[in-house]
């Protein structure tokens, strides 16, 4: 009794230590996805070609296996066909199609290997079903609770088919092998998403400390530089650049100290994010200078709008230390001239509008167009 109660306990440690959390799924959703897209991809186009392969010794053989299986390979071949035309050019720019794809592959997988392991020769232990069962679900990477949920009713299925098409003690091995190979696929699946998730989110720890700003948690200049040279990439698209430099700060640092002048760095930021979209590109260039893309943004008012907000804001709630005032930044914004106005073009002229904000007094704004 006491040993069953160690393998229990010890099985209970192993499966939370392989546990995938519902937080850590939704954090890397987006990678899983990009992994499994590719996946499904390169699966799509080896399988195509291997049933389109059998297909056509069916019409050239007279193996009488070939030639039984024929519809069979027809229709495994055009389903991958659609999987790998639909993944390529639908999937990739709507991803709620992905996963539904993924099960739809695993669905022929199954029905193929359910069809060669117990219709072509019931004579014959089904090797195909037991070697697809085990490997089949770890070719994704999916929630261990559904995947294992889809293994199981392919399992009954299986055996349901085995003991009404084949004689007994063939059917009691296929039973036996599958539910082995079951079993083991149950236990990959959750080992395999673990180090596949975990992977992911060292991945995606390692980008955000070179692409984030620790302080502010605010885009880095070269992150900031990219992405937005990203979007202007194919000159159809433009927005408003936003450059706002905090007045005075080197005083501030001076008078209260590093750790009060970041304490209001932080704070601004925090204006700052308030202000704009989310959908925006927020960055910090300097200690006390940061940077804002507003994406297809042409109009002149949303600028004054957004600017005088942030103004307000930050002269109303970013308090000095000892409670003396209250910090104010100067801001400098440039409109795209074309669609086509480059990166560096936008922010000459957004330099040279917080140049003038800060000639006119500080606290305020300028707009060049």
């Known amino acids: 009794m006491g040993y069953l109660k160690k393998i229990l306990v010890g099985t209970k440690i192993s499966f939370l230590k392989f546990h ?12 899983i996805a990009t992994s499994n897209l590719k996946m499904l991809e390169s699966l799509s186009l080896i399988l195509s070609l291997i049933f389109g ?28 066909i659609f999987i790998g035309l639909f993944s390529r050019f639908v999937a990739e720019k709507h991803g ?10 695993l669905v022929c997988v199954n029905v193929y290997s359910i069809s060669v392991g117990v219709f072509n020769d019931p004579t014959v232990y089904a090797v195909s079903f037991s070697a697809t ?21 392919a399992e009954v299925i299986f055996i349901f088919l085995s003991f009404h098409e ?26 395999m998403n673990h180090i596949r998730v975990s992977d992911f989110l060292l991945r995606k720890t390692i980008q955000n400390e070179a692409d984030f700003d620790g302080l502010t948690s605010v885009l880095k200049k070269s992150a900031f530089m990219r992405d937005v040279q990203r979007f202007l990439y194919d000159g159809k698209h433009n927005g408003t650049f936003f450059i706002i430099d905090i007045d005075n700060f080197k005083k501030v640092n001076d008078t209260y100290g590093h750790l009060a002048g970041d304490k209001i760095i932080k704070n601004i930021a925090m204006c700052i994010k308030k202000t704009f979209r989310s959908s925006d590109f927020i960055g910090r260039f300097g200690g006390d200078e940061f940077v804002v893309f507003m994406p297809d943004n042409y109009r002149e008012k949303t600028v004054s709008l957004k600017s005088v907000e942030l103004l307000n ?14 910090a104010t930044v100067s801001i400098g914004a440039a409109l795209p001239e074309n669609p086509s106005d480059p990166y560096d073009n936008l922010f000459r002229k957004a ?17 060049i167009k």
């Open 133 to 153: 069962i085990c490997i089949s679900p770890i070719l994704f990477v999916e929630r261990a609770r559904r995947m294992n949920c889809f293994s199981t009713i």
């Open 166 to 191: 084949k004689n007994r003690s063939v059917a009691m091995m296929d039973f036996l092998n599958s539910v082995s190979f079951w079993i083991l696929s149950c236990l990959l699946v959750g080992y």
């Open 313 to 326: 804001l930050i002269k109303n709630t970013v308090v000095l230390p000892d409670s003396s005032g209250f």
């Open 96 to 105: 709620f199609f992905i996963l539904p794809l993924c099960y739809f592959f």
């Open 351 to 367: 330099d040279d509008a917080l140049y003038k904000a800060k000639r006119n007094g500080k606290n305020t704004f300028e707009i």
């Open 20 to 31: 995938v959390t519902s937080r850590d799924f939704k954090t890397v959703y987006s990678d």
């Open 53 to 80: 392969f059998l297909l056509l010794l069916s019409f050239v053989t007279t193996e009488p296996i070939l030639n039984s299986n024929r519809y069979v390979y027809v229709g495994l071949f055009s389903a991958m």
